[in-house]
């Protein structure tokens, strides 16, 4: 039985939140986080660099998609569920509520991740891990790398959510395999856009970070989509599952239930 929509609309948004303050919070608050030698007294760099970064990313997905799959389907990212109503395993009535959801659940992570650096005792306010190109990219990379890179990475991502959510993969591995994707994107994006591949997260930062980010959104939400919408419609031609011919809202039309004489309509199809 499928959950009641404020239920699930709950989830994303709880799932959002959790997912995207783990990454974001890891790349603001430890990615390049400075200690004391307990020996020397000496600075010492302890931060978590880019793989930690990564790693925060992909397992905070990956928990929030055990805790909150079976209510939700744990999208926690508008491109995947844009992505899902393409191939046509999502109704598309109901993606404007996941992807409010989303959004809400990533601006509030980045005003956590804001609020608690800016209680640095003697820290200045600076930007929350921000996505962008430019003088924005962290490896001061071009709007059309970004781009293509955004659109690539995050077509793989749904073509691997996708994939380990059909009938006939394995059950139970999905979410590590959802969030083992995440991390290998992730490796590859942050130095280049700062790792967006999911509008909700570049969102939820960008508002909180100043300078160009804001002004620079737009790329973040089409390229995504864009490599989402992709994945969706291609999807079948990789491999075989066709659904585009399949009715999504819920009703069967009286001709469609109508089998040919000499047909069991209770043998399985």
């Known amino acids: 039985m499928t959950p ?17 303050l783990a990454g974001v ?7 390049s986080a400075v200690a004391p030698n307990i020996v020397s ?4 760099t302890v931060g978590v660099g880019y793989l930690g970064v990564a790693l925060a990313f992909g397992l ?12 939700s389907g744990a999208h926690l990212n508008p491109a995947v569920t844009l992505g899902a109503a393409v191939a046509r395993r999502f109704g598309w009535a109901e993606v404007p509520g996941y992807v409010v959801a989303q959004v809400l659940g990533g601006l509030l ?3 956590t991740v804001w609020s608690v650096a800016r209680g640095r005792l003697g820290g200045a306010d600076g930007p929350v891990a921000p996505t962008g190109w430019g003088e924005g990219s962290p490896g001061g990379y071009t709007l059309l790398a970004v781009l293509v890179l955004e659109v690539v990475l995050t077509a793989v991502l749904v ?8 009938t006939r993969s394995p059950d139970g591995f999905e979410p590590l395999a959802i969030g083992g994707t995440y991390v290998l994107a992730y490796l590859v994006a942050l130095p280049v856009s700062g790792g967006g591949l999911n509008p909700a997260r570049a969102t939820g ?15 973040f939400w089409l390229a995504p989509l ?13 491999t075989g599952v066709d659904r585009r011919d399949r009715d999504i809202t819920g009703h069967v039309r009286p001709e469609d239930a109508l089998v040919a004489d000499g047909v069991d309509p209770d043998a399985p199809r």
């Open 4 to 20: 009641p929509m404020p239920r699930r609309l709950a989830a994303e948004f709880l799932g959002t939140f959790v997912s995207v």
């Open 25 to 31: 919070g890891t790349a603001v608050l430890a990615a």
């Open 41 to 44: 007294g000496a600075a010492v």
């Open 60 to 71: 905070g997905v990956m928990a929030m998609t055990y805790a909150l799959g079976h209510v």
């Open 109 to 111: 992570a980045g005003l």
């Open 159 to 166: 073509y691997v959510v996708l994939g380990v959510t059909d």
């Open 205 to 219: 930062v960008a508002f909180f970070s100043g300078g160009d980010a804001p002004a620079q959104l737009w790329l």
């Open 226 to 238: 864009a490599g989402a919408a992709i994945a969706g419609a291609t999807f079948h031609l990789v």
